[in-house]
T-cell receptor, first 116, second 111 residues
Framework: DTGVSQDPRHKITKRGQNVTFRCDPISEHNRLYWYRQTLGQGPEFLTYFQNEAQLEKSRLLSDRFSAERPKGSFSTLEIQRTEQGDSAMYLC??????????????FGEGSRLTVL | QKEVEQNSGPLSVPEGAIASLNCTYSDRGSQSFFWYRQYSGKSPELIMSIYSNGDKEDGRFTAQLNKASQYVSLLIRDSQPSDSATYLCAVRPYGNNRLAFGKGNQVVVIP
């Protein structure tokens, strides 16, 4: 069990550029979540996958954000035309199905985005 | 109205004392409640879960749930400097798979 892995850990980009983050969940976990966290705030839900199906997406999520989990394993989160307000820590978490409703999310170390 | 509210400012407690954290939630149908700990620059880790009214103890941590008042609390007994962190309250709203998090409460344990 190597834990949830996220890449890159840090990304600095200029406003208007596209960025993509990757998340590799714990291998036997079928549920995968993306959250965003800014300084002094708790994690904010972005989207949720069960296997390859994207089952839930935040209403606050801009159309510039898209996430995929093509084979039910790793996931990518892409932000198009980045804005300074997108600067945040992007957290990925996974959960096994048998404990999915217990709430035990295993978080990765996050990908920190800075938009200049 | 926020789904999960943690309104207390930073909490400073002397080593060995009890730290008390509170959280309220808006969805009366919520069934699952959690406390996560987040060290500075690190990701959240689960420390307590509670599903029914009353107290649940795990080591130096006690979670308390009152569904009628829509209130969750966390007590940390015999606080240690290693407990210095931000504590996040999280709730699973009814019918959802996601967790809604509060903004967190920072705890500083003074040696």
């Amino acid at each position: 069990d190597t834990g949830v892995s996220q890449d890159p850990r840090h990304k600095i980009t200029k406003r208007g550029q596209n960025v993509t983050f990757r998340c590799d969940p714990i291998s036997e976990h079928n549920r995968l979540y993306w959250y965003r966290q800014t300084l002094g705030q708790g994690p904010e839900f972005l989207t949720y996958f069960q296997n390859e199906a994207q089952l839930e997406k935040s209403r606050l999520l801009s159309d510039r954000f898209s996430a995929e989990r093509p084979k039910g394993s790793f996931s990518t989160l892409e932000i198009q035309r980045t804005e300074q307000g997108d600067s945040a820590m992007y957290l990925c978490a996974s959960s096994p199905r048998d404990r999915g409703l217990s709430g035990e999310l295993f978080f990765g170390e996050g990908s920190r985005l800075t938009v200049l | 109205q926020k789904e999960v509210e943690q309104n207390s400012g930073p909490l400073s407690v002397p080593e060995g004392a009890i730290a008390s954290l509170n959280c309220t939630y808006s969805d009366r149908g919520s069934q699952s409640f959690f406390w996560y700990r987040q060290y500075s620059g690190k990701s959240p880790e689960l420390i307590m879960s509670i599903y029914s009214n009353g107290d649940k103890e795990d080591g130096r941590f006690t979670a308390q749930l009152n569904k009628a008042s829509q209130y969750v609390s966390l007590l940390i007994r015999d606080s240690q400097p290693s407990d210095s962190a931000t504590y996040l309250c999280a709730v699973r709203p009814y019918g959802n798979n996601r967790l809604a998090f509060g903004k967190g409460n920072q705890v500083v344990v003074i040696p």
